[in-house]
């Protein structure tokens, strides 16, 4: 067991220091809500990590086989990585909208903790790779 540990300890830290699209939204959550609001958003990618590695911990090792065998996973996840990335383009070309129609009126959104936390677990827990990794 010591020599599994030992294995996956490079790995890891390789995996903690790769760019996804969890690190940019963090970034752009930090900057645009503040710092409370990017802790509860990690918060909930953090539970997504959680999960999957009580998911890799106790059960899947055929579903490891199922998905090298099938890709229809990885597209499924990059579709829906691709149509969040959409939503969120939408949502941020409306509010800059109004920010220029009200000349320089800047509303701060809300900080909604519980959605950010929930934001950040969805985004880790679609990305398939995390599961892979």
């Given at each position: 067991?010591?020599?599994?540990?030992?294995t996956a300890i490079p790995f890891g830290i390789i995996l903690a220091f790769t760019i996804g699209p969890v690190?940019?939204?963090?970034?752009?959550?930090?900057?645009?809500?503040?710092?409370?609001?990017?802790?509860?958003?990690?918060?909930?990618?953090?539970?997504?990590?959680?999960?999957?590695?009580?998911?890799?911990?106790?059960?899947?090792?055929?579903?490891?086989?199922?998905?090298?065998?099938?890709?229809?996973?990885?597209?499924?996840?990059?579709?829906?990585?691709?149509?969040?990335?959409?939503?969120?383009?939408?949502?941020?070309?409306?509010?800059?909208?109004?920010?220029?129609?009200?000349?320089?009126?800047?509303?701060?959104?809300?900080?909604?903790?519980?959605?950010?936390?929930?934001?950040?677990?969805?985004?880790?827990?679609?990305?398939?790779?995390?599961?892979?990794?």
């Amino acid at each position: 067991m010591i020599d599994d540990i030992l294995t996956a300890i490079p790995f890891g830290i390789i995996l903690a220091f790769t760019i996804g699209p969890v690190f940019f939204v963090l970034l752009e959550t930090g900057a645009t809500k503040g710092f409370k609001s990017a802790v509860m958003f990690d918060l909930g990618v953090i539970f997504a990590d959680v999960v999957f590695i009580a998911l890799a911990f106790f059960s899947t090792n055929k579903l490891v086989d199922k998905i090298k065998d099938d890709p229809n996973f990885l597209i499924f996840g990059g579709v829906l990585l691709v149509v969040y990335g959409v939503i969120s383009f939408i949502k941020t070309s409306r509010s800059f909208r109004s920010i220029v129609k009200e000349y320089g009126r800047i509303e701060l959104p809300k900080k909604d903790y519980g959605r950010l936390f929930i934001k950040g677990f969805l985004l880790n827990f679609i990305n398939i790779g995390v599961l892979l990794g």
